[in-house]
Structures are given as C-alpha cells and as structure tokens.
C-alpha cells in the first residue's frame, strides 16, 4: 500500500502540529488509510517531533487503533449480557461464514473486517451489531447476508 506523505502531512497541519492532538491525528490517519501502517507513524512523529517508540506506544495502547488493515465496513458484534443471551455467539458465526474470514481478520478486498466488542450500549437492540457506523439490531442469522449486501458494491 502506497501512503502519500502529503495527506499524512495535511491531517497534522490541521491540528497544528500540536503534540496534545496526537491521538486525533492518528484518528485522521487511520481513518484515510484503515490502519496505521509504520510510513504514517514515522511521519507523524517526524513532522509532530514525538519519539517514534511514544507515537507507536498509543498507537498499539488504544484499541481504537490498528496496526493492521481493517475492512472499510468493520462489523463489530456485540457480546455484552444481553446481545450474548439472544444469540451474539451465533451470530458472530453467521458473520464469519458469510465473509468467510475469523474474528479478528479483514476480507482480501479490504472492504469487510469482524470483531467483538464487549457492549455497544444499546442492549434495548439485543443482539446488535455496527457495521461501519450503521447499527443493526433484533438479529437474526438469516438476517446477516441481507445486511452486509447492502454495504457491498453494486454490480453492473
């Protein structure tokens, strides 16, 4: 994956360079690239003048963060109490077998990636998921294929 300095160099001009914005800029960042591969932390702590090992250290301490490329559509699927009891566990698996990938992994198109989160505070929705910044409750099983065709590209 190629990082272009300058958008790297344009999300830190928009914080003003300032060290107290780090965790915002590496937001911007993960937000332009999915991910926060080791180009754009090296520039950011170049052109913030915060050591490398510090830069990586929130990088790797806040789970907002990932190292690793992640779905363009992340669906996190909620194992709180609630969602957990009306059948999470299951459809985490329904989600796996669909993107036929685990949880933790991201699709080879870049477009999906799946994760658990322990409560999404809308237990009223029980199970819930996020797919992006949508979220989708009451579910199913058979309710997953309907929810991640609306999210993949439309065919010609």
Request: charged residues 25%; positive net charge; proline residues 7%.
């Amino acid at each position: 994956m190629h990082i272009d300095p300058a958008k790297v160099d344009a999300i830190i001009q928009r914080h003003g360079r300032k060290r107290e914005h780090l965790i915002a800029m590496l937001l911007e960042c993960q937000e332009e690239f999915t991910h926060l591969p080791e180009p754009v932390l090296q520039r950011v702590s170049e052109q913030v003048e915060v050591p490398l090992p510090s830069v990586l250290g929130i990088a790797t301490f806040f789970r907002a963060f990932s190292l690793k490329p992640v779905g363009r559509y992340p669906a996190h699927i909620c194992m709180g109490t609630a969602c957990h009891v009306k059948g999470a566990p299951r459809l985490l698996e329904a989600f796996e077998r669909e993107l036929k990938i685990l949880r933790g992994q991201t699709t080879d198109d870049l477009l999906f990636s799946i994760n658990t989160v322990n409560c999404l505070g809308c237990c009223g929705l029980a199970p819930a998921v996020t797919v992006g910044k949508d979220v989708h409750g009451k579910l199913k099983q058979a309710d997953v294929p309907r929810i991640l065709k609306k999210y993949r590209p439309k065919e010609a």
